[in-house]
């Protein structure tokens, strides 16, 4: 169930921080409502993680697969650029990623 906490985390601040540039500074209020309500959730699901996995997998992981997505969702949404070396660093976080879950020992 933490897992799934965590992947909840992770879709709500890639959500939240996909709607920052749409708030424009916080001025229009549809996408300042969800940046808010992302970022809670992010925080609310990442904190229930922590009963089982421990900070530094469940902080790598949340990091490297929002910051990931985020990129990602710059592209589709907001036109940003992602040349070779973007996506190479995509992967190689995604490596990482994978490295240190199943090199933790976290369960």
């Known amino acids: ?3 799934l906490y965590l992947a909840i985390a992770i879709v709500s601040e890639v ?3 996909s709607a920052l540039p749409a708030a424009q500074g916080f001025r229009n209020p549809l996408p300042s409502a969800l940046v808010i309500a ?3 959730s992010a925080f609310y699901f990442l904190s229930l993680t922590l009963e089982a ?3 530094g997998v469940a902080y790598a992981i949340w990091s490297g697969v929002g910051l990931a997505l985020i990129s990602v969702a710059g592209w589709v949404f ?3 650029a992602m040349g070779a070396v973007e996506i190479a660093g995509i992967l190689l976080i ?3 990623v994978v ?3 199943f090199g ?3 369960r």
Do not use: D, E, N, T
């Open 104 to 106: 933790s020992g976290a």
């Open 15 to 17: 959500a939240g921080s």
């Open 1 to 3: 169930m933490h897992w």
């Open 94 to 96: 995604g490596a990482g």
């Open 53 to 55: 996995i421990p900070l």
């Open 38 to 40: 992302g970022y809670i």
């Open 78 to 80: 907001y036109r940003q």
């Open 99 to 101: 490295i240190l879950k």
